[in-house]
């Protein structure tokens, strides 16, 4: 049986959202420079929004080091040519 095309969208959302976590882990700038859009925003612990270019650039200069990145959950809504994916995570990183 073929999947929908919303869970074919579905799951490429979610591969994006892994590869974007597994660059977290590696530490990997440049590959989350190319694979989030830059009006991405990062939402910490004490509910600050972190724009992406700030975020990357305190990652390169080593003020955020990740040691592990855990996807806990994860709910990706696909609604047409639109997706919407929120997910929580629990990160150990040296800050």
Known sequence: MNAS????????????YR???QAMADGD???????LDDGF??????????P??????QMRAGQFVYHSVIE???TVDVQGDAA???GRIVTEATV
């Open 52 to 57: 992406k270019a700030e975020w990357l650039s």
């Open 41 to 50: 925003t990062l939402t910490h612990i004490t509910g600050y929004q972190q």
């Open 72 to 74: 806990k959950n994860v």
């Open 84 to 86: 919407r994916l929120v």
């Open 5 to 16: 095309p919303d869970e074919n969208a579905r799951e490429e959302v979610l591969a994006a």
């Open 19 to 21: 590869a974007h976590l």
């Open 29 to 35: 700038t440049d590959a989350l420079d190319d694979l």
